[in-house]
């Protein structure tokens, strides 16, 4: 007569004893009794506990640097200067993108990028209602300022619309006190050399526009500046620019400083050059020196 068949949970709940003996007496030492459902799930309790020991070591110790491929420490420092450099790389090419937009728009005759107003329009009906009305403070200001503007030949009124017959008539400042070590000339050397004391102070010759105030391997700082009557000027081997591109300079305003910077100097000196309507002229014609 065959037996009935069990279920498998009957099978798990069956009990088992495990006995050791000691092999020379047949003592009982111990004994354990088990069912299958007991072991699993002990099985499955020392694995949790084994596996959350383990992830517990590689998260909070340094054991985790011996699984291949876990970066150290200083491959993990090198990722962090890595992402700061990528960072300033960034800012920098976008300093760089800003830059040469400013100046193809100085160049064309239109106001830098940071010039222009990026706010909401206003409405012009609520200017009507604003009244402005001087100080005594602002008239003792007003007052002073035209008393000593009155003999400045910088002063005068300033007109972008300057004709070539205009252009004698100009009056040049003298950029820095020195002496001219070398002359111009169209075919090999377009401006002019004055030697002077390092650390002089660089003067605009004329008003205008700097649409250039860079550095370069062979004449170091070198600032441009756009007068009227397509007249430019040029300042190298500068030692510090004192403006940047895009901005307004007055004649006789500081824009620089008298360096040795650049590989085509031998020692400290300011090269001038002027370009009207493109070709080089000889500043000596418009300068004293």
Not at 21 to 32: G, V
Not at 49 to 64: G, H, P, R
Not at 166 to 176: E, G, H, L, S
Request: proline fraction near 3%.
């Amino acid at each position: 007569m065959s037996k009935p068949k069990r279920s498998l949970i009957r099978k798990l709940n069956d009990k088992y004893r495990l006995i050791i003996y000691n092999d020379n007496t047949f003592e009982e030492l111990a004994h354990l009794r088990l069912s299958a459902f007991n072991l699993a799930w002990v099985v499955g309790l020392l694995s949790f506990i084994l596996i959350a020991i383990v992830l517990f070591l590689v998260a909070y110790t340094d054991i985790k640097e011996l699984i291949p491929g876990y970066p150290d420490p200083n491959m993990r420092r090198s990722i962090v200067e890595n992402a700061i450099r990528l960072d300033s790389l960034e800012k920098e090419i976008e300093l760089r993108d800003r830059y040469m937009h400013d100046l193809a728009a100085v160049i064309s005759g239109e106001a830098p990028q940071d010039a222009k107003t990026t706010g909401t329009t206003i409405d012009s009906s609520k200017l009507k209602n604003i009244k402005f009305s001087r100080s005594k403070t602002d008239s003792l200001f007003r007052k002073q300022i035209e008393e000593e503007e009155q003999f400045n030949l910088a002063a005068t009124k300033r007109d972008s619309k300057v004709t070539k017959n205009d252009f004698a008539r100009f009056y040049f400042f003298k950029p820095v006190n020195g002496v001219v070590t070398n002359k111009f000339n169209a075919k090999n050397h377009t401006g002019i050399d004055i030697a002077t004391a390092e650390n002089t102070v660089i003067k605009s010759v004329l008003d205008g526009t700097v649409i250039l105030a860079t550095w370069t391997i062979e004449t170091g700082y070198l600032i441009q500046i756009q007068h009227p009557s397509n007249l430019i000027s040029v300042y190298k081997h500068c030692a510090v620019l004192f403006k940047t591109q895009g901005a307004k300079v007055n004649a006789g305003e500081p824009i620089g400083i008298v360096g040795n910077t650049g590989e085509l100097t031998t020692g400290p000196h300011l090269h001038l050059e002027l370009w009207r309507d493109g070709q080089p002229i000889n500043a000596e014609d418009y300068i004293v020196f």
